[in-house]
Each structure stands twice: as structure tokens, then as C-alpha cells.
């Protein structure tokens, strides 16, 4: 069977090239980057490279790069690191509703700390309005985390704005970039963040590596204490293949990313205004044109997400559901109820993340094999039955 | 998280989907924070379950749980259904995910109350015939 993965917001492919230019630092450039022999200043050299690379395409000095285990480890590592580092100015941070768990978790662990956070709600589309995260901003705000654009809805939020805001009341701003880096252009000094976070396995890099932006001058406490790596900030024997795959990842995305976002787009489009025609009583989730280029995010009345995905997994699609049943806490997706879905249409909630090996072949078969798999699920449904009627 | 063969060949292949016209008992059991809505019908003759079919809008785990409280019920006996634990349908299925298990309690409950809605039923039905038998 022919298998179509639909799910590059979960996890992307590693790109072959990727993999060949990481092959070497396993065997035969091995050295640790700490050490002064010819074996660790291969490696350090080439991190260093790594480093210079991934800086230059946001617009940042080599030196503001740290590189991480990933988006989760760059998150805490912000949330934690700026609370402790500014705990004496104050004590409170600023969020959204719809952030990742990796952003909200550590939130909520600080205000088990004594830290007070303001969650900001968004609108039916998902975006932040500026001009809430300026009405939360008290004399005790050292931090403003806001994402780029929204993992499971694809919405892309008004960073620039909220950095202009976040700079001009002298709190810092962080921004999880996980789902944009390599995705869409991006300059750190036009978005006015301080510190990003990105994630090596969404951009058809490796896993388990990731970045931080930090821009000079901001203070944070290191979150892995040890070696005195990255600046003292970061301990740990440098992941130099994973490194070098990272920045090879990001090269890549940065020569094909105009004609990425081109043919993503269309093929986004085409998706939506298919599933919407044809199958009656569905919505699109997130905003019609403020969204990734690889976001389809529908809810459709009356079935359940869960048994969608087993159904379009039998015929070889992959995608993801923001449907309770599928999560270990049976609580619906926390960023569907934040747009205001009610529970079932939460639960009847399909993602496809689009990527760059999916062709319109894809988008076609998905069209064809959809409508059957929910009219099946439909006819089952007690909720379907009550509408009709 | 993984089902097991069977949840999975109940889940591609339901049992017993639909309504049942005229029936003598029917159980519409929800969870509003999970998200699974059963309703099952059961036909009763002679104190016998002779059919029982369900609507389910849920999870893989609640069709296939739906799916396999409807084969356990058929030809059984009024009482003998009512001893049907929602382990005994988990079991019947090859186990479910510790996380799942709530899918085979809505089993559980949905055919109690429709049993207990058949006996309900049942005895109305026995007193218009009384009241009917009374007055002719």
C-alpha cells in the first residue's frame, strides 16, 4: 500500500543530504569539540560552522546561537532560565492559551514557585490581539513568550508587533519559532525578539537537536549545569553531528523555501476548499490566510477524530487528531477549546501537516478516500442521525 | 498506546450498527469530557436479548467496545446480561489500553440502562394490561 505522511508537524523526514553531511561526524570527524587535539578542533570547527550558519539565516551574530536538545529543552530553558535570572525585577510572565506544553508545563511549574502568569486569550481564529498582552503588562513583567505560529491550527500570531510593545516596556520576549524555522523567513531584528526557539526535526533536520536565539545583553540562568559549553550556558558534550545536520537542515529549507511556500500553499488550499465542498458540516480551523503554508486543520461534525485517524490510516494516510481519546489526559486539544470549539467538534478535529516530499497525487487521493471514511463513520453516529432528522 | 488485533477487527468490521425499530429497551450513555456518546438497543423476547444494535460516536476503543457488548448480550438472558462487566467486554476484546479501559465502562453502563429501560418499559406494559384486562 501506498503510504502518504501527512504529519510533517509532528515530525519531518531527515533529508538524505542531511544524513550524508552528518555521516562523518560519527566516525571519522568524532572528537570532542572540547578537547585541543586535531580529532576535538575538527569537530569544534565544524559546530562553530554550524553555528555561523544558522545565525546568518535569522539575522543573529554566531554568538547568540546555542544549540539545545530541542524545542522542549529551548523552552524550559527560556521560561526557567529568565525567571530565575530576573526574579529580583519581578515575578510575573505573560503567555497565550494556545502555546505548546513545552511553554505552558514550565509556566506552570514556576506559578507553583511563586511566579504569577497571565495566559492571554485568543481570538476565533487563534490570533493574540497586541493589545491584550499590553493591557497584562504590569512593573513586575520580565518575560512575554508568544508563538510564532500555532502547532496544530497553523495560525501565525503578530510577533513584530508584540516585540515592538515587549522592547518598548523593557521585558523580554521569547518566541517558539519550532513550526516556522526553515519554514518562512525570518529575522530576529525584524520580529524584535530577544529569544527564539527551533527544532531540528521540523525542518527535515535530526532529532534531538534544537536552537536558541539569545540575543546580547539578555540575561539567563543556565538550565544544564556542568561543563562550561556554549558560553557557560549550556553543558553537555556538543551533539556535533546532530549540529552539523541542524545547520545543513537549515541551508537547505533557506534555497528552497520560495518555491516551498508556493507549492505548499497551493496544495494547502486545494485540501481545504475540497474537504469544505465536499463533505457537509465541516469548518476550517485557525485563520483562512494568516497560516503556515502547511496547515489544514478542519473539524468535522458529528464523528470523532480518533476513529477518522485509524480509518485514514488503514488506507495509508497519516495525519492527527485534536480529539481527546488520542492524548493521555481525555481533555480535548486545550488550543480547539481556546478558539472556542465545543467539545465535539474538538474531538471531530483532523490535522494534516503538509511537507516537502507531499505531491497534489496526495492531496487527490486524500479527497477521494475522506468523504467515504466519514459518511462510514457518520452512519454510525447517534449525533448524525439526531441532525438529519 | 496500541490496540489489540481483535479491538481493531471489531473496530474495521462493527457489529450490529443501527437502530432497532420498536425497541424494548434503549441505553444512550455519554462522557462530555472524552467525548464518546453510545446508544444501544436491545429487542427482548421471552426474556431473552433476541437483537441488539448500537449508534456510536467515539473513539477507535468505543466502536470496537460497542461492537462487542452487542455480540455478548445477543441470546442471552435479561439477568445473565445484567452480570456483563465492562471487563468481561475489555477482556472479550484482547484487553484495551489502561487509558481506554473508561471506553468499555460506557459499554457497561449503556447496557444497563438499557435494561434497565426495558424493565421499565416491561412494566408499564404489564400494568395497561392489567388496567386493560380490568376494564373489559
Known amino acids: 500500500m501506498k503510504r502518504i505522511y501527512l504529519d510533517n508537524a509532528a515530525t519531518t523526514p531527515t533529508d538524505n543530504r542531511v544524513v550524508q553531511a552528518m555521516l562523518p561526524y560519527f566516525t571519522e570527524i568524532y572528537g570532542n569539540p572540547s578537547s585541543l587535539h586535531a580529532f576535538g578542533q575538527g569537530a569544534k570547527h565544524a559546530i562553530e560552522e554550524a553555528r555561523h550558519i544558522v545565525g546568518a539565516s535569522i539575522g543573529a551574530k554566531p554568538e547568540e546561537i546555542i544549540f539545545t536538545s530541542g524545542g522542549t529543552e529551548s523552552n524550559n530553558f527560556t521560561i526557567k532560565g529568565v525567571a530565575f535570572a530576573r526574579r529580583e525585577k519581578g515575578n510575573h510572565i505573560i503567555t497565550s492559551k494556545i502555546e505548546h506544553h513545552a511553554v505552558l508545563e514550565p509556566c506552570h511549574f514556576l506559578e507553583k514557585q511563586g511566579f504569577k502568569v497571565t495566559f492571554i486569550p485568543v481570538n476565533k481564529y487563534g490570533l493574540v490581539d497586541p493589545a491584550d498582552v499590553e493591557k497584562a503588562i504590569t512593573d513586575k513583567t520580565i518575560l512575554i513568550s508568544i508563538m510564532h505560529a500555532n502547532n496544530e491550527i497553523g495560525t501565525m500570531e503578530p510577533i513584530a508587533e508584540i516585540g515592538k510593545l515587549a522592547r518598548s516596556k523593557g521585558v523580554y520576549f521569547h518566541t517558539d519559532a519550532v513550526q516556522t524555522l526553515g519554514h518562512l523567513p525570518m529575522d530576529v531584528n525584524e520580529l524584535n525578539v530577544d529569544i527564539l526557539s527551533a527544532s531540528g526535526h521540523k525542518l527535515y533536520g535530526p532529532k534531538g537537536v534544537g536552537i536558541l536565539y539569545v540575543r546580547k545583553g539578555v540575561r539567563m540562568l543556565p538550565f544544564m549545569h556542568g561543563g562550561d559549553h556554549e558560553q557557560g550556558r549550556r553543558a553537555s558534550t556538543h551533539n556535533v553531528p546532530g549540529i552539523v545536520g541542524f545547520a545543513k537542515a537549515v541551508e537547505l529549507a533557506n534555497e528552497e523555501m520560495g518555491k516551498e511556500i508556493e507549492k505548499l500553499t497551493f496544495l494547502r488550499d486545494k485540501l481545504i476548499k475540497g474537504i469544505l465542498s465536499t463533505i457537509e458540516f465541516t469548518r476550517l480551523n485557525g485563520h483562512p490566510i494568516q497560516r503556515l503554508p502547511n496547515n489544514v486543520n478542519v473539524s468535522i461534525s458529528y464523528v470523532e477524530g480518533e476513529s477518522m485517524l485509524l480509518n485514514l490510516d488503514m488506507e495509508g494516510i497519516a495525519c492527527s487528531t485534536g480529539s481527546a481519546c488520542t492524548s493521555s489526559s481525555l481533555e480535548p486539544s486545550h488550543v480547539l477549546s481556546a478558539i472556542g470549539l465545543s467539545h465535539e467538534l474538538a474531538h471531530g478535529s483532523l490535522r494534516f501537516s503538509l511537507g516537502r516530499q507531499t505531491s497534489e497525487d496526495d492531496i487527490d487521493y486524500v479527497l477521494a478516500v475522506l468523504p467515504g471514511i466519514v459518511g462510514k463513520l457518520r452512519s454510525m453516529s447517534p449525533l448524525y442521525k439526531k441532525e438529519v432528522k | ?136
Open chain 2, 1 to 136: 498506546m496500541e490496540y489489540s488485533e481483535k479491538v481493531m477487527e471489531h473496530f474495521r468490521n462493527p457489529r450490529n450498527v443501527g437502530e432497532i425499530e420498536n425497541p424494548d429497551g434503549v441505553g444512550r450513555v455519554g462522557n462530555p469530557v472524552c467525548g464518546d456518546i453510545m446508544e444501544l438497543y436491545i429487542k427482548v423476547e421471552g426474556g431473552i436479548i433476541i437483537d441488539a444494535k448500537f449508534k456510536t460516536f467515539g473513539c477507535g476503543a468505543a466502536i470496537a467496545t460497542s461492537s462487542m457488548v452487542t455480540e455478548l448480550v445477543k441470546n442471552k438472558s435479561v439477568e445473565d446480561a445484567l452480570k456483563i462487566s465492562n471487563r468481561a467486554v475489555a477482556e472479550a476484546l484482547g484487553g484495551l489500553p489502561p487509558i481506554k479501559m473508561h471506553c468499555s465502562v460506557l459499554a457497561e453502563e449503556a447496557l444497563k440502562k438499557a435494561l434497565d429501560d426495558y424493565r421499565k418499559r416491561s412494566k408499564i406494559a404489564a400494568s395497561v394490561k392489567a388496567v386493560k384486562g380490568a376494564v373489559s
